[in-house]
């Protein structure tokens, strides 16, 4: 282990990591960022890194861009707080608004603000239930999530999440969330069962919990076109044409979480377009700016918007909103962001470079340590198995995803293990030779792995 320096050890003195084994930061060794220029982000010793996961999925422009320090430094000179409470607001907000109904993949009629792609979801879970109330149907309330997707950590959205780490050690998830099958084909297909067997399989199972809990009992379905958090599950052809007609049939609100791939991150605006998804309501946040402040929404359809603003509804207001949400600064990073992913052809970019990454990463599908990879646009995600045949894991205990990354972080880049699959889902402006590098580096460190990981 290496000499910790300074700056290491205050961060381990004074912060809590989420998402970190905190008795091992010591000897993990937090790595402290300094800045970040294109692709490229830099420690305080100076070393730099690729960064290959955009962060959180999220700077999709990476980092420092001039246009976009520019946009939220003049927002900031203008009006750098204001809120949307009791008629009030200011124009970047409605700008942003009308873009996101421009660009929708699905009619979208208004936009409700808040600040994290979490607040988000809960807000989703609030308006179903809002919208049964003013429709009168008290009782249908429940939500359908599934097992690994991931939709934050308030205590609605952990809820909705299909994680383990999310509920175990917090009692969740909270009553009337229902888990429904991980279109994982890989590995929750059967012995020699066809995708599209598979997909029939999911389709029946649903439609039997629907029917087990009553349909009048059931709000709701939320589902990430492609799952990211959970692994990277890109779910088989023909998956969502096969359960779309059920929630249609029982009257049920699809909403689309598109937090990880909303703007540009498939090669289409919205991911539910790469995976034919058709929901009623989105959510987004993420690189809704590019990640250079917080902001999220709530996109709406009518319907819902004529049940908000219904004089039926008990109270006749909507008594949910968040200080923070719309921050004028997020709405000006947002305006820019979109304008940046037309003007600079952000779609065609990603669409450009999807090929070779698909490429790289059916190679490294060839590497020993590896069973399954997947692919969509520019966001993908290898797993790691200790019997390629068997498809057998590895022991969660070795930490083998954790000990690659280790590795790769060494090499100078960043990227992501969920248990063991390591994420990919670099900014997308990145240069091709700036993707054959992280890919590169990627194979050594996986090569590091080999010699010293027990099947
Ligand atoms: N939904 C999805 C699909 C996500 O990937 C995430 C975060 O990774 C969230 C929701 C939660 O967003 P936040 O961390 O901004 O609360």
Redesign the pocket.
Known sequence: TTQLTNVQVRDIEALVHPYTPLHRVREIGPLVLDRGKGVYVYDTQGKEYIEGMSG???AGLGFSDEEMVEAGTEQLKRLPYYHLFGAKGYEVAIELAEKLKEIAPVPISKVLYS???????DTQIKLAWYYNNALGRPDKKKIISRVK??????VM?ASL?GLPNNHIDFDLPVPRVLHADCPHHYRFGLEGETEEAFVARLAANLRALIEKEGPETIAAFIA?PI???GGVIVPPEGYFAAIQPIFEEHDILMIG?????GFGRTGEWFGSTAVGYKPHTI?V??QLTASYA?L?AVMLPQFMVDALESESAKIGVFGHGYTYGGHPLGCALGVKAIEIYQKRDILGRVRGLAPLFAARIAKLAEHPLIGDVRVKGLVGGVELVADKKTKRPFDPKQGVGAKIVGFLQARGAILRAIGDTIALCPPMVISEAELNELFDRLEKALDDGEAMVTK
């Open positions: 959180l999925w999220c600040s994290s792609g979490s607040e988000a979801n997707g991931y939709h934050g950590v308030t959205s999440t990430e799952m990211g958090a979480d598109e937090v990880i791939t959510s946040a993420k917080p999220s």
